[in-house]
T-cell receptor
Framework: GQQLNQSPQSMFIQEGEDVSMNCTSS?????WLWYKQDPGEGPVLLIA?????ELTSNGRLTAQFGITRKDSFLNISASIPSDVGIYFC???????????FGQGTRLTINP | GAVVSQHPSWVICKSGTSVKIECRSL??????MFWYRQFPKQSLMLMAT?????????EQGVEKDKFLINHASLTLSTLTVTSAHPEDSSFYIC???????????FGPGTRLTVT
């Protein structure tokens, strides 16, 4: 089945640093989604991408839909303590309803 | 604000008993609901897809007789874990998707502990 390879699996950074994570796949997706999950909570949608090459921002977050439609990245600028959590990418194959999830990137911020 | 609610947020039950988890859409536009299970430090695993008035579609390896899903109204889907065992202890999360959209909105999750 389809798989998304998300990296890195974990990041330990200082407050104020920029963060970058990405997802790649051997399959083509027509939608990429980025979610953040806090401990004991459900994932919250951060950014949705619908077209190859699309670059979308949400505050300090920026995500891009790769030109090949097989990858996406998420950048967080000037990280703050509330950015701590697990970030998941998810893709949707054309014609499908299901989301294919990456393994998650656990972000830890040292004050 | 939140568009999906779940109840209860946590539940402890004895082995062999059944537990029902409710997932409710708060914006009355959900057409499809999904049920996921998440083990510690792992990603979300899709269990089943649920549409109002029709039988749920279960993912491979998920026992439909053990995880009963009912989607009797547009805004409410329920997951019943029957004859629960300790290995069913997990974080169960539902989501909703509107017709024509691809993004899913997740509920806050239900922590199930089977003793």
């Amino acid at each position: 089945g389809q798989q998304l390879n998300q990296s890195p699996q974990s990041m330990f950074i200082q407050e104020g640093e920029d963060v970058s994570m990405n997802c790649t796949s051997s399959s083509i997706f027509n939608t990429w989604l980025w979610y953040k999950q806090d401990p004991g909570e459900g994932p919250v949608l951060l950014i949705a991408l619908y077209k190859a090459g699309e670059l979308t921002s949400n505050g300090r977050l920026t995500a891009q839909f790769g030109i090949t439609r097989k990858d996406s990245f998420l950048n967080i600028s000037a990280s703050i303590p509330s950015d701590v959590g697990i970030y998941f990418c998810a893709g949707v194959i054309q014609g499908a309803q299901k989301l294919v999830f990456g393994q998650g990137t656990r972000l830890t911020i040292n004050p | 604000g939140a568009v999906v609610s779940q109840h209860p947020s946590w539940v402890i039950c004895k082995s062999g008993t059944s537990v029902k988890i409710e997932c409710r859409s708060l914006d009355f536009q959900a057409t499809t609901m999904f049920w996921y299970r998440q083990f510690p430090k792992q990603s979300l695993m899709l269990m089943a897809t649920s549409n109002e008035g029709s039988k749920a579609t279960y993912e491979q390896g998920v026992e439909k007789d053990k995880f009963l899903i009912n989607h009797a109204s547009l805004t409410l889907s329920t997951l019943t874990v029957t004859s629960a065992h300790p290995e069913d202890s997990s974080f169960y999360i539902c989501s909703e998707k509107r017709q024509g959209a691809y993004e899913q909105y997740f509920g806050p999750g239900t922590r199930l502990t089977v003793t």
